[in-house]
């Protein structure tokens, strides 16, 4: 586990190198003051570029021509960006976000870039802009306005080129905003040599493309691994966030959406992108729900989703500039809904539940990117955008998270396999040696030959069924009575020849059991862990006949674990026997639970599993006989079960080769309760 932490921490500083190289990185420079940025100092290297930073000229509620523009004076006006005119004081108190202005900003190049292409990357700018350079309009997005009704909305990042003709570049920009709660802008300009600009360009998008794919990659997975397996929600959810984070990434940085469909309203688009919030942080609740079920709260979970679907329909029934102003609900019910979250993680981590830990590392720096966010949106820092990053991240190590998982569960599988081949192996080896000890030995005959007689009675009774019906399906096909092409009968033989395989084999193992001819392979293993994995192995199997399996830990919580001296193969297979009685006998809808838990028997500490059912019950006066060889109840026979009943019986003596007790508790028509008792020891001599 530690491992999978460092690996993720890794893939946590990867990223950050990864976005810092996607934004482009300026030189090292002054800011603008007073309207003037002096880069005549610096040369223009090929891939080198520079902010336009610092105090632009501020003209407000006026669209002023270049032609036209005034020189500057001690009264003038100064803002500094990026950042939003509303930071501006202006008699006494902040100017509002509705509005138009004009920005001022004179370049001093050097001399070499004079005549030869230079590149400028606008950012966002809310909400619409035209930018002039030397009095030639060089940009424009939307269309800005005195007035709502007189100007077009739109905003997205551009990248225009032009020639310099001389040292000195006015740089004129008329903005208005009246559709949503930003103005200005929030992000740098940056200007450069053309390839320098295209290259920090293409590196923006480059890395935005590869978010998108490989989200997409990771959704598309995910989503095989639900319509294999319907019943596991998990993938599902999994797979939505990383459709959501995927969308929202198209729709902000380099706004990709737009090389894809330019004709997208720039309404629609803003209301997509507050959506994919929504719809992520929606899937993440399901998605840490669905995995950590014991350790979360359906109510404070539920509460989210009601006030996250609120935000969704806000949303939609309103325009940008009323539901962009609730920004900080949004934002602050994200930041709740991912504490809560890590809360959830913590305490299942607490309850050392698998893969809990790795989980919250990725959680809390997948916080820390949403609050950087927060803060970068509200202008408190300047950062960019970085969230679509960390939710990559957070994505990625839970895509590992889960791969591990999968991969652990096949390894055990083979494992467990290659251990049980072993083991048929040796009990067979065993049986050979035991059958020519008794061959040999020639005591107690008469207790042997009453034995025999009563073993020989119980199994002609147990095998005339099955071979009376395979007679009576031959004979009907050599007399013609049947039709020998019907498949479906040459079925139910071959159905009737693995009934009695199953007999035969279970005496055999009966046999081994009673005669203490099996070698038993004792381990401590810490019991919780032990029987929540054997629930985790058999849970798809029991509901996929619709029946609720549930998992309960009663044991108190203790830092040393609880230590049973058990035969791992051997106490699965009486697990196993009794979880599949439970599903016989239990109705579609019904509910199976293994319990493990602590009891006191005659004065003495004990480790119980216990597999509790709601189904038809066993009638009081059958209840002495259940453990009993061939012993076959009512509810059998009434719902036409073929069972051989030894599989209790069998069971009954690998618990007692563990110095343990075999009970059961039930009442018809209520369901039972099939438990069994082991000594809690430190070691087995």
Known sequence: ????????????????????????????????????????????????????????????????????????????????????????????????????????????LPETIKESVAGLYIPEVATAYTLWADEKIIAENGSPGTAREVMEPDHHPRVVYFEPEEEAVDLVLHVSEYHQRKSGWWDSFYIGSADGIQKM??????????????????????IGIFLLRPKERSPLYFSGICLAVAMRTLFLGEVLIQRFFPAVPWELGLKIEYWSACAAITFFLLFIHAQ???DSDRRIRNGF?????????????????????????????????????????????????????????????????????VLHYNHVVNTGETVSIGMFFYLFAQSFILSNVFTKALNDSEQLSERLEKVNQT??????????????????????????RELMSNISHELNTPLTSIQGYMKGMLDGVVDRNQTKYFQLVYDKTLFLKQIIDDLRELAKLES??????????????????????YKEEIERKYITFRFEDRLPVSDAGYAVSVDPIRIEQVVSNLL????????????????????????????????QDDGAGIKEEELPNVFERFFKGNAVKEKAEEGVGLGLAISTEIVRAHEGKMRVNSTEGEGSTFYFLLPRTDSRP
């Open 292 to 294: 950590y079920k014991e």
């Open 1 to 108: 586990m530690k491992k999978i932490i460092y690996l993720f921490f890794l893939i946590f500083f990867c990223l950050g190198g990864l976005s810092g190289c996607g934004g482009g990185t300026a030189a090292e420079q002054g800011k603008a003051a007073e309207g003037v940025l002096q880069l005549h100092n610096h040369d223009f290297e090929e891939e080198q570029v520079y902010t336009l930073d610092g105090e632009w000229e501020f003209y407000w509620k006026q669209f002023i021509e270049p032609s036209s523009f005034p020189a500057a004076s001690s009264s003038s006006v100064y803002v500094n960006t990026p950042g939003s005119w509303d930071e501006k004081i202006a008699a006494g108190k902040p100017l509002p976000n509705e509005g138009y202005a004009t920005y001022h900003l004179q370049l001093l």
């Open 305 to 373: 989703l009601f006030l996250f679907a609120m935000i969704f329909l806000f949303i939609l029934v309103t325009p940008a500039r009323v539901y962009t102003e609730g920004m900080l609900v949004l934002q602050g019910s994200s930041v709740l809904a991912i504490s809560y979250l890590i809360y959830v993680l913590i305490t299942a981590m607490r309850n050392q539940r698998r893969g809990a830990r790795a989980h919250v590392a990725a959680m809390t720096i997948l916080l820390a990117f949403v609050v950087n966010d």
């Open 427 to 452: 009990l067979e080896e065993k049986v050979k040696k035991r059958t020519k000890k008794l061959s040999e030995a020639n005591k107690d005959l008469e207790q042997s030959y009453k034995a025999r």
């Open 201 to 222: 360009r293409d590196k923006n998008v480059a890395a935005e493309v590869f978010l998108v794919v490989s989200l997409l990659v990771m959704a598309l997975y995910h």
């Open 516 to 537: 203490d001819g099996i070698q038993y392979h004792f381990t401590e293993k810490d019991i919780r862990e032990f029987t929540h994995e054997l629930y985790l192995v």
């Open 580 to 611: 599949f009685n439970a599903k016989k006998f239990t109705e579609a809808g019904g509910n199976i639970t293994l319990v493990v838990e602590e009891k006191d028997d005659s004065g003495k500490s004990w480790i119980s599993i216990a597999v």
